[in-house]
Nanobody
Framework: HVQLVESGGDSLQTGESLTLSCTAS???????VAWFRQAPGKEREGIAAVFTETGAPAYGDAVKDRATIAYTKTNNMMYLNLTMTGLKSEDTAMYFCAAGISSIQTCRKIERDRFPFWGQGTQVTVS
């Protein structure tokens, strides 16, 4: 089992920057960790992922060039940050941290159904 807890959500102005944090605990092996977001009335969207065996990041089209994902690991704890710059109103959403096991190719696709473990989310509002 894996427990994921997000933090860092806030209300910000257009153009500002934000860093979200996720703490993942538990002994279950996980080699793909990611950030998703879901705006009201929209599908949950994968925006960034890291294949932990190599550290290789991947980004969704909506945030590439504006987002940086970073992770560190100590014992059974994993810390996953997402920094976004140049925030836009369309970045307003609930942001979720997710973890799973996959190949590097699958991890890079950041597809929702590949992730069995999810956090409760943290709200980001940009106006």
């Amino acid at each position: 089992h894996v427990q994921l807890v997000e933090s860092g959500g806030d209300s910000l102005q257009t153009g500002e920057s934000l860093t979200l944090s996720c703490t993942a605990s538990g002994k279950a092996y996980k080699n793909c960790v990611a950030w998703f977001r879901q705006a009201p009335g929209k599908e949950r969207e994968g925006i960034a992922a890291v294949f932990t065996e190599t550290g290789a990041p991947a980004y969704g089209d909506a945030v590439k060039d504006r987002a940086t994902i970073a992770y560190t690991k100590t014992n059974n704890m994993m810390y996953l940050n997402l920094t976004m710059t140049g925030l836009k109103s369309e970045d307003t959403a609930m942001y979720f941290c997710a973890a799973g096991i996959s190949s590097i190719q699958t991890c890079r696709k950041i597809e929702r159904d590949r992730f069995p473990f999810w956090g409760q989310g943290t709200q980001v509002t940009v106006s």
